[in-house]
Every structure is written in C-alpha cells, then in structure tokens.
C-alpha cells in the first residue's frame, strides 16, 4: 500500500478506522489467505487462523511501531496465529506439531478446496513432513517468492539460518521425491 504511514494513521484515528480497516482486510486478505493456508492446510482452519489474524492487527495497530512494514507486521502475526493453532489442535488430539500436520496432509486429496494435480499433492506431502521452521522457511521461499530478508524480519530469524533452512528443506524434498 502507498503511504503507509497516512494509512496506519487512519487505522488509529477513531473516525477512519473501520473504513480504512476494510482497505486493509480487502488488500491483504488472499496474501494471508494463502501464506496461513501452505501453514495449516485445511480450508475452514486458514479462515478461523485468517479471522484471529485480522482480529489481532485491528486491537494491537496501536502497538505497531513501524520498524517494519505494515505487511511484514501482519505477516508475523500471521504466521504466529497459524503456528499456535497447529500447537493447539495437535495438543488437543495428543500429537506432536509435526504428527497433526501429516495427519492433515494425508487428507489434502479429499479437500475440495485442494486443486493441485497429484505432482502438487505429493510436494505438499513431503512439505509437510519438514519440521516446523524448514516447511514455514521453504514455503516463503518457494511458493510466496519473499527474499530472506523479508523473511528475516517475519520470523525474526538471521538470513543466514533461514538460507540453511532452505537448504535443507530442499535438499530433503529433493531426497525424497528423487528415491521413490
């Protein structure tokens, strides 16, 4: 968005607010959509994950200290939300982080908000049998296009952590789809 700065001041101003907040949910929403969606893989789970998110950015703008961009802001709420939700659905069902992802995964195929060919369901698969920081880190990289540095900034994490990440993430896609 042009003129941030103008913009996150409407946010905050009591009689712009809700107008420029609609502006807001309107531009960012299919980005966020898509970013918690390679996250949390079910459908329903990325709106309820998407609605926490915009919920969090509309009560804590005040907070936003524009050390960063308004999108690298949300985008770490974001990716925080998604992460605490598989935390709570896997604790739920007495599952590990990395266990309730497959379990997901292994269902894309019945998903009929799924619509990739069967290349796509098996990256997926092998996506979601990365731990946790390797399948956020590849899926930014691969299928969002962000450059480490934004990603940095997201997770709060050193480029050079994430590119070692990457790294093994791919590596171990590589591995896995080369060998069977």
Not at 56 to 72: A, D, Q, R
């Amino acid at each position: 968005m042009k003129h941030q700065s103008l913009f996150i001041n409407a946010l905050r101003q009591p009689d712009s607010k809700n107008e420029a907040f609609t502006r807001l949910v309107q531009e960012y929403k299919e980005r966020l959509y898509w970013h918690i969606r390679k996250i949390v893989l079910d459908h329903d789970d990325t709106n309820d994950v998407v609605q926490n998110t915009f919920i969090k950015v509309h009560l804590n703008i005040e907070n936003f200290n524009e050390n960063s961009t308004l999108f690298t802001w949300m985008y770490r709420i974001a990716t925080n939300e998604a992460l605490n939700f598989i935390k709570s659905k896997a604790k739920k069902m007495g599952l590990k982080n990395e266990e309730w992802t497959q379990a997901i995964a292994g269902n894309l195929e019945a998903d009929p908000f799924f619509d990739g060919d069967e290349a796509a369901l098996i990256l997926h698969k092998e996506i979601s049998k990365l731990p946790e920081k390797q399948r956020i880190v590849f899926n930014m990289k691969y299928f969002d296009g962000m450059n480490y540095d934004s990603i940095s900034k997201i997770l709060d994490t050193s480029v050079g952590a994430l590119k070692a990440s990457y790294h093994h993430a791919v590596k171990k896609i590589k591995t896995k789809l080369t060998n069977d």
